[in-house]
């Protein structure tokens, strides 16, 4: 089958459900100015240099997610060579009359010649979601998650066994308190997990930051977890967790959220960068908008792409739109770590929250996730970026 391939910039994502269709998002033919920078010096940025300032990312599918729903909030990672898709949540059709089921199924992708293919991992040892989760030389470490009621403090790695072709866990330390809906991020040897909330409501977020060292070759059993200075911006949940460079040393930036307010839910556009040498937060140019559940990368040594996330717009008014809900913002974000400022990069094609994303076979992988209320995605995006990403898979 002939690829077709799309110049993508502005407005309403093309909608095609053929597999070999290709997306190319003219993200620096139409950037535009936030917080004052000029259009002239968001081109002239140098988180990217001028080669790459002139690519844009192109948005391929991989094979679907065997579940035909999709599933939002699953452990998402690589492990020797292999995309780890594990657990989630998902409402079965007719989804508006049904109650959301937590799954325990894991997909294992793997490349066969030119292609991929979807393996059956098995299952987990109990149906989760809502989890963090980083990619290590120690397997994919999953960290908390909930299921209905309960939220987990469990910590375990998924392993991929090529030659058995199974999935094994391991279990590592407990979570100092059960945490969903945080994000995780590795920096060098050193696991952190940021946000999240202990319980099933959100006036259970955390303003939490817990590190893990992973370096050596201790067992699991072994490690302790360690409860750094809380985040100064206060609890949240559903936030961005970033690792990148201000220049000078390396960071955690913690980005947007949500939280319970006194007068209702608010939605957050701060950011705050934490550095890991001097154990110090200071506060960062806000989001452009709320991008609570998205996901973000980082780039090149000083940029963090957002692609995607909920401003919280039509927040309360899910069960009254329905299938007419619009969907989620189709929009993307540059932040400069070393200017303190955003950009705004052009529309994306599909915007998938609660879900993980990671390195793939060189490329930016988003896999699954919830792209409007209650409906989940069995689509599989493997994004190549302006810079060649380094691989999470090498381990």
């Known amino acids: 089958m002939q690829t077709t391939t799309r110049v993508f910039t502005a407005g309403p994502a093309p909608h095609d459900s053929s597999p070999g269709t290709q997306w190319a998002l003219g ?3 139409c950037i535009l100015p936030f917080a004052g920078l000029s259009t002239a010096a968001a081109q002239q940025s140098p988180s990217l240099d001028p080669g790459d300032r002139l690519a844009s990312p192109t948005w391929q599918r991989l094979p679907d997610l065997p579940d035909a729903l999709g599933v939002a909030g699953p452990f998402v990672g690589v492990h020797r060579g292999a995309l780890l898709v594990a657990g989630g949540a998902n409402f079965p059709r007719p989804i508006w009359e049904s109650s959301k089921v937590w799954r325990r199924k894991i997909h294992v992708l793997v490349a066969k010649g030119a292609d991929f293919v979807w ?17 290590t030389h120690r397997g994919v470490i999953c960290l908390g998650g909930n299921h209905a009621d309960q939220t987990f403090d469990r910590v375990f790695a998924l392993h991929w066994d090529a030659h058995e ?23 060098g ?5 940021a946000g999240g909330q202990r319980g099933a409501t959100l006036d259970s977020a955390m303003a939490n930051l817990w590190a893990l060292d992973l370096s ?7 490690l302790r977890w360690q409860s750094l200075e809380p985040c100064p911006g206060g609890p949240r949940s559903f936030n961005l967790t970033v690792p990148q460079t201000n220049a000078a040393d390396d960071c955690l930036y913690l980005i947007s959220g949500r939280r319970q307010g006194l007068t209702g839910v608010r939605f957050l556009r701060d950011v705050w960068e934490y550095n890991v040498t001097r154990r110090s937060w ?7 908008r709320c991008v609570m559940a998205g996901t973000a990368i980082a780039i090149g040594s000083r940029s963090v792409l957002v692609l995607g996330g909920a401003d919280g717009t039509l927040f309360d008014q ?11 913002p189709q929009r993307s974000y540059w932040f400069d770590t070393t200017s303190n400022r955003w950009t705004a990069g052009a529309a994306i094609p599909q915007n998938h929250v609660t879900t993980i994303p990671v390195r793939f076979n ?13 409906v989940r995605s069995s689509w599989i995006w493997h994004i190549q970026l302006p810079v060649r990403a380094q691989a999470d898979d090498r381990p």
């Open 362 to 374: 060189g490329k930016l992988v988003i896999a699954s996730g919830e792209i409007r209320p209650r």
């Open 189 to 193: 040897d050193m696991l952190y997990l």
């Open 165 to 187: 072709k199974r999935v094994l866990e391991i279990d590592y330390p407990p979570l100092p308190s059960p945490c969903a809906y945080g994000q995780a991020a590795m920096i």
């Open 216 to 222: 050596g070759t201790a067992s699991p059993e072994t």
């Open 119 to 135: 393996q059956d991992g098995g299952r987990l040892s109990h149906p989760i979601a809502y989890g963090a989760a980083v990619s």
């Open 282 to 288: 200071r506060r960062r140019a806000d989001a452009p």
């Open 27 to 29: 993200i620096w033919a």
């Open 318 to 328: 899910a069960d009254i739109l329905k299938d007419r809900h619009p969907g989620f």
